[in-house]
C-alpha cells in the first residue's frame, strides 16, 4: 500500500503532498487527532463526517505505511489499537493550521470562528503556534480536548 517513486505521477511539490495527505478522510483522520484527541478506530468512526468502515480502514492503513501514522495497542485494552502522529506527521500541523485560518476567513459557518483568540494566535504567531501544538500532540494532548472546536 505504501506509494512508491513508480507510482507518484510527479514529483511537484504540490502533487507529492496530495498524493500522501491530500486526501479528504486523510487529513479529517490527521484533525481528529490533532483537534479533538483521536486515537483509535472506533473515535475516527464517530466523526460527523460519516467515514465507511472500509475507507477508514484503508486510509489508516495508507497514512500508517506512510509513515504519518504509528499504532500500537492501546494500553488499557489490547484489542484496540492507538494511532498517534509520527514525527512526519506532527510536521503537517502548520499546514492544518493554516487550512483552519483559511477556512476560518471563507467559510461564515465555520466552527472555529467562535475561537477568536486561537485564530488571532495562530494568525499573529504561526511558527510559535505550531510548536505548540506539536508539543501537545506529541504528549498525547490536542488543542480542543472538550471538543469545542
Known amino acids: 500500500m505504501k506509494t512508491t517513486d513508480k507510482e507518484i505521477r510527479s514529483h511537484c511539490a504540490v502533487n507529492y503532498g496530495v498524493e500522501i495527505f491530500g486526501d479528504r478522510w486523510s487529513l ?30 484503508s486510509r489508516l492503513a495508507f497514512l500508517e505505511a506512510q509513515g504519518i501514522l504509528s499504532r500500537a495497542p492501546s494500553p488499557n485494552d489490547g484489542r484496540k489499537d492507538f494511532y498517534t502522529l509520527t514525527e512526519k506527521g506532527l510536521d503537517l500541523i502548520p499546514i492544518m493550521l493554516s487550512i483552519v485560518l483559511w477556512s476560518a476567513q471563507h467559510d461564515a459557518k465555520s466552527y472555529v470562528r467562535g475561537q477568536k483568540e486561537f485564530i488571532a494566535r495562530i494568525s499573529q504567531h504561526p511558527v510559535q503556534v505550531s510548536e505548540e501544538v506539536k508539543a501537545q500532540v506529541r504528549n498525547g494532548g490536542c488543542i480542543f480536548p472538550d471538543g469545542n472546536g
Open 28 to 57: 479529517l483522520i490527521i484533525r481528529d487527532i490533532v483537534f479533538a484527541g483521536k486515537k483509535t478506530y472506533g473515535e475516527f468512526l464517530k466523526s460527523e463526517e460519516g467515514i465507511a468502515t472500509n475507507v477508514l480502514a
